[in-house]
């Protein structure tokens, strides 16, 4: 006789099956027969976060650090809402997390039921997929379908609801069938040959080509393929934000990362090339600034898995839709062997050295460069939202394969500390490094309960400028200095590491920086340094939002 299961029973088996094994929750009254399936049980860890966004980031972080499906839960109402930020990450920076819900029970649907919530409603616009599971007999499709919609094409968010009176309807367990989605990638496919041959030809006739890479040659594993096309080709390689660590920082080709915050010399050499290829980004406002002024003189040759994001914000000469490294290895066959000296001199001969903001005090750039040094550059190092992630972007020396995680895409605060978590479980094996400024830390400060709690190692940084430091900056440059609500107070934070019983440090002098982070990467366990920064120190160079990126600020503006 086949055994009858719970759909909360069916759906923790579903989940194993499919070889998840870890999630990040919170239970609550609708999800409870989920939990009551998960106790005792073994083959699937539940860490207890301390509020659910940060379930959701840390999913996202799990599985961007993974590249496999990073799970939430969350009950119905407040739990479920809780997640919306999580979410929304991960749907801009295609990161594959299912979000599973309690949901209040079928008769209760619609009547304003205590903490009924329409998430499915409510996720719409920020899932790739979202379903309301009404039979038991669908659950277990439903989450293997989701699963599968999260990894495949460009990979985002998926939502599965289950009410909790089918959380504890019966079924039989049905084992996964001939009939659901396949996962996985398709780099055998063959892509449009025309246009990889015009892509080809456009490469060999430029005298000022560019590669620009972003986040989906991380998603597709392309690091060979792109680094063999830069190679062969010589053409200098541009990483935006969430394409850093695809390509490694010292190679001789890479100049860094372009935009708001990129480099002068990158900037120029944007708006002085005759071609620029990009792979697996989005050409966002952040990269472009002002799209009528970008790349004035480029043909663009854009690859990407998502169709919607070619033509949507630059024009484009050649598109090709599909998964990065296929397209890059079927290019490579047709792509003959040149080199672009004239073009990196002219590059090089527009960097010049920069006048750093900062009279002797701790600068990020000695941060940076003393945290690459202890820990030998083995680490992830996952940034928060403001100016101390531009500084990362810019100064850390990646060298690894996607070994920087960022919430680039949405730009939530808060993302860094539970990002790390997911992140560390994901690579149990290597330092991971939350860097927060002193805002977005004090958003999910609360999870240091969570990895002590749960035994996850994440090692805190904190730069503590004493405001919500890149909204002071933009005050300062086009409000008129007037500091709006960005002064911003924080806690003893050697105090608070020491009330959730993990060693702190403070560090004021750039001489102290070595020890401190030497110290707290090399002891077990959870740490945390606080480094007191200029309070008043800038990101450069900028350009103004919506400007040309010919015009970068390499100073502040005179006061408006
Ligand atoms: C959730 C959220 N709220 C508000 C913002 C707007 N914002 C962007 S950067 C920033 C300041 C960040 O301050 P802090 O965390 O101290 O970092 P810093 O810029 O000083 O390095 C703010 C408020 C945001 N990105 N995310």
Redesign the pocket.
């Known amino acids: 006789m086949t055994e009858l299961l719970t759909g909360a029973q069916i759906l923790r088996r579903t989940l194993v099956d499919a070889g998840v094994s870890v999630m990040f929750g919170y239970p609550g009254g609708a999800i409870m027969p989920f939990y009551d399936a998960l106790h005792g049980g073994d083959g699937l860890r539940h860490i207890l976060v301390r509020h659910e966004q940060a379930a959701a980031h840390a999913a996202d972080g799990y599985a961007r650090a993974g590249n496999r499906v990073g799970v939430c839960v969350a009950t119905s109402g407040p739990g479920a809402t809780n997640l919306v930020?999580g979410l929304a990450t991960a749907h801009m920076g295609a990161s594959p997390v299912l979000a599973i819900t309690g949901q209040v029970a079928r008769p209760m649907l619609g009547k304003d039921a205590f903490q009924e919530t329409d998430v499915v409603g409510v996720t719409m616009p920020v899932t790739k997929h979202n379903v309301l599971v009404r039979d038991v007999e669908d659950l277990a499709d439903e989450v293997r379908d989701a699963m599968a919609i999260a990894m495949e094409g460009r990979p985002g968010p998926v939502l599965v609801d289950v009410p909790k009176d089918v959380q504890n309807q019966k079924a039989e367990y049905k084992e996964p069938g001939a009939g659901s989605r396949e996962q996985g990638k398709t780099s055998d496919r063959r892509y449009d040959d025309a246009a990889i041959q015009q892509a080809a030809r456009l490469i060999a006739e430029a005298k000022r080509p560019l590669l620009m890479i972003g986040r989906g040659v991380i998603v597709s594993g392309a690091y060979a393929e792109l680094r063999a096309l830069a190679e062969r080709t010589g053409m200098p390689v541009i990483t935006t934000l969430l394409g850093i660590s695809a390509f490694p920082q010292s190679h001789e080709l890479h100049l860094g990362m372009p935009g708001m915050h990129g480099e002068v010399h990158i900037n120029k050499a944007i708006q002085a090339a005759d071609l620029l290829v990009g792979i697996g980004m989005r050409f966002d406002d952040r990269v472009t600034g002002n799209t009528a002024t970008f790349a004035p003189r480029a043909k663009i040759v854009h690859v990407d898995i998502d169709g919607a994001a070619i033509g949507r914000t630059v024009r484009c000469d050649v598109a090709l839709v599909g998964d990065a490294r296929g397209i890059v290895q079927q290019l490579l066959a047709h792509v003959a062997p040149r080199d672009c000296v004239p073009w990196r001199q002219e590059i090089a001969a527009l960097m010049h050295q920069r006048e750093e903001s900062f009279a002797g005090g701790l600068s990020p750039e000695v941060i940076l460069s003393a945290l690459a040094d202890v820990t030998g550059g083995r680490c992830t190092v996952v940034s928060?939202?403001?100016?101390?992630?531009m500084w990362v972007a810019q100064r850390y020396p990646f060298q690894r394969p996607n070994t920087h995680i960022t919430s680039g895409g949405l730009?939530?605060?808060?993302f860094a500390v539970p990002a790390a978590m997911g992140v560390r479980l994901a690579r149990p094996d290597e330092p991971v490094w939350a860097i927060?400024?002193?805002?977005?830390?004090q958003?999910n400060m609360a999870e240091i309960a969570t990895m002590v709690q749960e035994g996850v190692e994440v090692k805190l940084a904190i730069?503590n400028?004493g405001?919500?430091?890149?909204?002071r900056q933009w005050q300062q440059f086009f409000h008129g200095g007037r500091y709006s609500n960005t002064p911003?107070w924080s806690p003893d934070y050697v105090k608070l590491a020491g009330a959730y019983g993990i060693p702190g440090w403070r560090v004021k002098k750039a001489t102290e920086v070595t020890d401190a982070l030497r110290e707290a990467n090399e002891r077990p366990g959870p740490t945390l340094v606080e480094l007191v920064i200029e309070q008043e120190a800038n990101v450069f160079p900028m350009i103004v939002p919506g400007g040309s990126l010919s015009e970068p600020l390499e100073a502040a503006p005179a006061q408006t």
Request: glycine fraction near 26%; charged fraction near 10%.
């Open positions: 930020t928060d939202v403001g100016q101390h992630q730009g939530a605060m808060g927060s400024g002193d805002g977005g830390f958003m730069f400028n405001y919500l430091g890149m909204v911003i």
